[in-house]
């Protein structure tokens, strides 16, 4: 099996940062989480970094290599925490309250890469990451007054002989 | 023949190379004085074993006091990647070493070592810091016990 082709790193840099729980330094089908499952964890972790990019209007996958590097190091790290947690060690482990705080490792990553896209969209954007908007992006309409109170619009449909146009019809 | 110096480093080498000479059940690599960062590199099943700097028991000196008798317990230990159901494992390495060393008392011929044994074997486990219930090494920690004789001759106040 190979990794998707909108994933970011590689079995090999999660092996790296993990080589306790592999064979002479490689993930195979006798470790402990095997090759394929790592590939799956990578496929998924990525996955869900790039629902949080795609949100932001981004073409996933971003290709930009400095970008690719960054997202590269979030799978990684992320995918090393779950092959730690296969192991009962590590950050993600069941049981291991002080570090999860009661929350499953999907929360603790679509919390990690929703905070990091919004966190950085405007680096990623700015190294070159392909962003599109849609046209309304950007437009704001304030509804309260500064006590707070909800602000009444001056003028209404159909006020002052308007007569709107239904221009889908 | 006896010793002349260095008891404690002679019998961490000699235990080396005795269970290295069992290469059907322990690969050389993985048979250290000392060095334990070969247990992040990825063993699944195989055996790691390393043995400590030892302890002085008791000694006493004899003949023209230059002979001198010690008594040493080294601590070996070995480890096994606690996977699922390492004991099977573990348990054949555990006897294959106490085997090595019942089989060796002059742990291969070393001059001055006299008589070594296993004196005890203890189970234990090594769990990840902060983890949960699983642990990642199962282990052995053996006493061996090695009685040696020195002789400082022409040498300090021998001279």
Redesign the interface.
């Known amino acids: 099996m190979a990794l998707g082709a909108n994933s970011y790193g590689t079995v090999a840099e999660v092996a790296a940062l993990t080589p306790r729980w592999t064979s002479s330094g490689s993930f195979g089908a006798t470790t402990q989480p095997t090759e394929s499952h790592v590939e799956k964890f990578i496929d998924r972790v990525s996955a869900t970094l790039n629902v949080f990019l795609a949100e932001a209007g981004f073409s996933i996958p971003v290709t930009q290599a400095d970008c690719v590097l960054m997202l590269d190091d979030f799978v990684v790290i992320h995918v090393g925490a779950l092959c730690d947690a296969v192991n009962g060690a590590g950050t993600y482990v069941p049981g291991e309250n002080n570090n999860l705080r009661g929350r499953t490792s999907f929360e603790i990553i679509r919390k990690s890469a929703g905070d990091f896209v919004a966190d950085h969209a405007d680096g990623l954007e700015k190294l070159g990451a392909s962003r599109t908007y849609s046209m309304t992006d950007g437009l704001e309409c304030r509804t309260t007054d500064a006590a707070g109170d909800t602000i009444t619009p001056f003028f209404s449909r159909k006020q002052m002989g308007n007569q709107p146009i239904e221009w889908d019809t | 023949m006896v010793m002349t110096a260095s008891a404690d480093a002679t019998i961490q080498a000699a235990i080396q190379t005795v269970i290295r000479a069992d290469s059907d059940n322990f690969t050389s690599a993985n048979v250290t004085l000392g060095d334990v960062r070969g247990?992040?590199?990825?063993l699944?099943s195989a055996s790691y074993v390393v043995i400590f700097p030892g302890t002085l028991t008791s000694g006493a000196r004899g003949g023209d006091y230059g002979q001198v008798t010690q008594v040493w317990e080294h601590p070996v230990i070995l480890y096994h990647?606690w996977?699922?159901d390492e004991y099977a494992t573990h348990t054949t390495a555990r006897d294959d070493i106490l085997d090595i060393i019942n089989e060796n008392p002059t742990l291969g011929g070393t001059d001055g070592i006299v008589n070594s044994i296993v004196s005890a074997a203890t189970l234990g486990y090594l769990y990840?810091?902060?983890?949960?219930?699983?642990?990642?090494y199962v282990m052995t920690t053996f006493t061996v016990m090695c009685e040696c004789w020195l002789l400082y001759a022409n040498t300090g106040e021998f001279a």
């Open positions: 247990l992040s590199g990825g699944e990647r996977r699922n990840p810091k902060g983890g949960g219930d699983t642990p990642t």
